[in-house]
């Protein structure tokens, strides 16, 4: 969330930005200034009429102290105590209004992201290593693990519907493989500490990092006695909210955690995109990186972070690129984001497979977690980072299409080996 005080000094900038993500600044911003004065006007009207309260109140004492009658003043402070009462409800409702709109305006850019319209206008920043090449046409991954008897979309559609999975053998070994090489990189190489938190989150966590109460739709509520849960839709929730409403040490920052958690989205508005494989699912696996930095080191700390969840891909030999996300494709909470997109043979394109973001103090605030400098001075809000490192489904396909053999066995990368006891993936006995 922004702070009011700089939406309210800025308000020409904010409708810039809001044109630059696509968004109708009428509709997002809606009767903001007006009713930012009605508010403001009702608590200056109040403190104006509890002063002449006061001043008549000091007025009655001194006149029942010198045994003069004060019916007339007494009369006066019990009405200017009804038009208080009014004013300060009015204030409140002013307040709740004005909070529905501050909760619907998205984060400001960084000044390096690049306006746009959508994702057509992401800017390509570097590539790493080169597409497989192959002498046969390469399948898909939902082909390879068929014959291979890895992957099994029908019986998982019997268990649970559309957008599930379940592996078999190989494909559930090499689902843990991912994870378990994944994380060793992360505590081990890259200084991160190991978080395994609950999977079902409170609403007031959702609301912390953004999910709610824009992307209700998107995540899978839980009823649970008379307040919900909600099935995480990535680690970023519960991870991050656990500094919320406390005050970090400034020196004890950056804070460095990963988890590897299953992640649940309803994928609405998602019809008809990504219906084969296991590209786009309700229930997937995932590594997530996330950082609480020093608000002067937090885009040196998100190519520190994006620069890890790029070196597994580098040691598991997959090509890939980086792109930098337009105005436009930015998410909501996010002030600049670094997409990596791996290469799939079967479909001669690049998917996105992490996520890289910087949210400066706009989770931070909403979550109310903050640190305070040496010395006396104010708290101030830390900024939060997180991004996949990496999306194990993802990867798990990824391996699938770019390490396919002409007879359709797939090659294990060299650094999953010791994690999953042989170099190749056969077909499975049935």
């Not at 000094?9 to 930012?36: A, Q, S, Y």
């Not at 898909?140 to 693990?145: F, K, V, Y």
């Not at 989205?265 to 296991?278: L, Q, T």
């Not at 103090?361 to 900024?383: D, L, M, T, W, Y």
Request: net charge negative; hydrophobic share 35%; with cysteine.
């Amino acid at each position: 969330m922004l702070d009011l005080s700089f939406v309210r000094d800025n308000v020409p900038k904010i409708e810039d930005m809001l044109r630059h993500r696509g968004m109708n600044p009428d509709v997002v911003l809606k009767d903001f200034r007006t009713v930012d004065a009605q508010r403001r006007q009702a608590i200056q009207s109040a403190e104006t009429l509890k002063a002449h309260r006061n001043r008549l109140s000091e007025e009655i004492a001194t006149r029942k102290k010198s045994g003069q009658e004060a019916t007339d003043l007494i009369a006066e402070t019990k009405d200017m105590r009804l038009q208080i009462q009014e004013l300060e409800k009015a204030a409140e409702e002013y307040d709740t209004r004005m909070s529905e709109v501050l909760v619907g305006i998205p984060n400001m850019p960084h000044e390096t992201v690049p306006v746009g319209r959508g994702s057509e206008d992401n800017v390509e920043v570097r590539r790493w290593g080169n597409p497989p090449k192959f002498d046969f046409t390469p399948k898909p991954h939902w082909e390879l693990g068929e014959h291979l008897g890895i992957l099994d979309l029908e019986r998982a559609a019997k268990l649970s519907g559309a957008r599930f999975a379940v592996y078999w053998d190989a494909g559930a070994r090499l689902e843990r493989a991912l994870a378990n090489f994944m994380l060793d990189v992360h505590t081990r190489e890259h200084g991160y500490t190991e978080v395994l938190p609950p999977y079902l989150v409170n609403s007031e966590s959702m609301y912390g990092t953004g999910q709610l109460p824009k992307f209700a739709s998107d995540s899978f509520r839980v009823p649970h006695g008379d307040k919900d849960l909600w099935l995480v839709p990535t680690a970023e929730v519960p991870v991050t909210n656990l500094y919320r409403d406390e005050m970090l040490d400034y020196s004890s920052l950056p804070i460095s955690l990963t988890a590897y958690t299953a992640c649940f989205r309803s994928e609405a508005g998602s019809y008809g995109k990504d219906v084969r494989g296991i590209i786009r699912q309700h229930q997937f696996q995932k590594v997530e990186l996330v950082k609480f930095a020093r608000p002067e080191d937090s885009y040196e700390q998100l190519e520190k972070l994006t620069h890890d969840a790029e070196e597994i891909l580098q040691k598991l030999g997959l090509h890939y690129r980086v792109m930098v996300l337009s105005t436009a494709d930015t998410s909501f909470s996010s002030a600049k984001t670094y997409d990596l997109e791996v290469w799939l043979p079967s479909q001669q394109l690049y998917r996105e497979i992490s996520s890289c973001s910087n949210f400066e103090a706009f989770q931070a605030r909403r979550a109310n977690i903050r640190f305070r400098r040496e010395g006396k001075s104010k708290p101030g809000f830390v900024h939060t980072l997180n991004g996949s490192g990496l999306a194990v489904g993802r990867t798990w396909l990824a391996i699938l299409e770019n390490y396919q053999q002409p007879d359709g066995t797939v090659l294990v990368p060299e650094v999953l080996r010791p994690y999953m006891g042989n170099d190749r993936i056969v077909p499975r006995q049935r």
